[in-house]
Protein backbone atom coordinates (compact mmCIF):
# COMPACT_ATOMS: atom_id res chain seq x y z
CA UNK A 1 0.00 0.00 0.00
CA UNK A 2 1.34 3.33 -0.69
CA UNK A 3 1.56 5.60 2.01
CA UNK A 4 -0.79 8.76 -0.01
CA UNK A 5 -3.51 6.52 0.25
CA UNK A 6 -3.77 7.10 3.94
CA UNK A 7 -3.40 11.05 3.49
CA UNK A 8 -6.89 12.70 3.60
CA UNK A 9 -8.96 15.48 5.06
CA UNK A 10 -10.07 15.17 8.49
CA UNK A 11 -13.48 14.05 9.05
CA UNK A 12 -15.44 14.55 12.18
CA UNK A 13 -16.67 11.31 14.31
CA UNK A 14 -19.31 11.06 16.82
CA UNK A 15 -18.39 10.78 20.48
CA UNK A 16 -20.81 9.53 23.27
CA UNK A 17 -20.81 10.01 26.79
CA UNK A 18 -23.51 7.32 28.10
CA UNK A 19 -22.22 6.73 31.38
CA UNK A 20 -25.33 5.62 33.57
CA UNK A 21 -25.25 8.49 35.95
CA UNK A 22 -25.29 11.33 32.85
CA UNK A 23 -28.27 9.45 31.42
CA UNK A 24 -30.48 9.35 34.40
CA UNK A 25 -29.27 12.80 35.14
CA UNK A 26 -30.04 14.26 31.28
CA UNK A 27 -32.18 11.34 30.14
CA UNK A 28 -30.45 11.00 27.21
CA UNK A 29 -27.07 9.71 25.98
CA UNK A 30 -24.78 13.09 25.27
CA UNK A 31 -23.00 13.51 22.12
CA UNK A 32 -20.04 15.91 20.41
CA UNK A 33 -18.09 15.48 17.43
CA UNK A 34 -14.52 15.80 16.92
CA UNK A 35 -11.99 15.48 14.00
CA UNK A 36 -10.52 11.87 13.32
CA UNK A 37 -7.17 13.32 12.80
CA UNK A 38 -5.43 16.12 14.52
CA UNK A 39 -2.49 17.49 13.85
CA UNK A 40 0.81 16.10 15.09
CA UNK A 41 2.17 18.99 17.57
CA UNK A 42 -1.51 18.29 19.49
CA UNK A 43 -1.42 14.72 18.94
CA UNK A 44 2.03 14.58 20.78
CA UNK A 45 1.72 16.90 23.61
CA UNK A 46 -1.04 14.82 25.58
CA UNK A 47 -1.49 11.16 23.67
CA UNK A 48 0.49 8.80 25.71
CA UNK A 49 1.02 10.87 28.50
CA UNK A 50 1.12 10.76 31.86
CA UNK A 51 -0.91 14.29 32.82
CA UNK A 52 0.36 16.16 35.46
CA UNK A 53 -1.46 18.96 37.63
CA UNK A 54 0.72 21.54 35.86
CA UNK A 55 -0.77 20.15 32.49
CA UNK A 56 -3.76 20.38 33.55
CA UNK A 57 -5.19 24.51 32.35
CA UNK A 58 -3.43 22.83 28.76
CA UNK A 59 -5.71 20.42 28.54
CA UNK A 60 -8.66 21.53 29.68
CA UNK A 61 -8.11 24.56 26.25
CA UNK A 62 -7.32 21.95 23.95
CA UNK A 63 -10.46 20.21 25.09
CA UNK A 64 -12.22 22.64 24.62
CA UNK A 65 -10.87 23.34 21.41
CA UNK A 66 -11.75 19.58 20.30
CA UNK A 67 -15.65 19.47 21.44
CA UNK A 68 -17.35 20.33 18.06
CA UNK A 69 -21.05 20.09 16.81
CA UNK A 70 -21.93 17.83 14.14
CA UNK A 71 -21.15 20.61 11.24
CA UNK A 72 -17.55 20.82 13.24
CA UNK A 73 -18.37 24.06 15.09
CA UNK A 74 -16.82 24.70 18.82
CA UNK A 75 -19.05 24.09 21.41
CA UNK A 76 -17.45 26.00 24.51
CA UNK A 77 -17.26 28.90 23.10
CA UNK A 78 -16.84 33.12 24.41
CA UNK A 79 -18.69 32.94 27.82
CA UNK A 80 -20.42 29.17 27.27
CA UNK A 81 -19.15 26.35 29.73
CA UNK A 82 -19.78 23.55 30.63
CA UNK A 83 -21.15 21.97 33.38
CA UNK A 84 -17.87 20.11 35.22
CA UNK A 85 -19.01 16.35 35.28
CA UNK A 86 -19.51 16.46 31.44
CA UNK A 87 -16.35 18.61 30.98
CA UNK A 88 -14.68 16.10 32.69
CA UNK A 89 -16.35 13.34 31.00
CA UNK A 90 -15.38 14.67 27.81
CA UNK A 91 -11.85 15.01 28.62
CA UNK A 92 -11.94 11.79 28.90
CA UNK A 93 -13.35 11.00 25.96
CA UNK A 94 -11.08 12.93 23.71
CA UNK A 95 -8.00 11.21 24.67
CA UNK A 96 -9.76 8.23 24.18
CA UNK A 97 -10.11 9.14 20.30
CA UNK A 98 -6.48 10.84 20.55
CA UNK A 99 -5.66 7.25 21.30
CA UNK A 100 -7.37 5.88 18.26
CA UNK A 101 -6.10 8.10 16.12
Not at 40 to 47: G, P, R, Y
Not at 61 to 84: S, Y
Request: one cysteine or more.
Amino acid sequence: MKIAELASEPKLVRVVIADKDIVEQYGDELEFWVWDRQPIEKFLKFAGKTITEDDLPELVAFTREMILDEEGNPVVTGGKMLPTTIMTRCITRVMEQLGKS
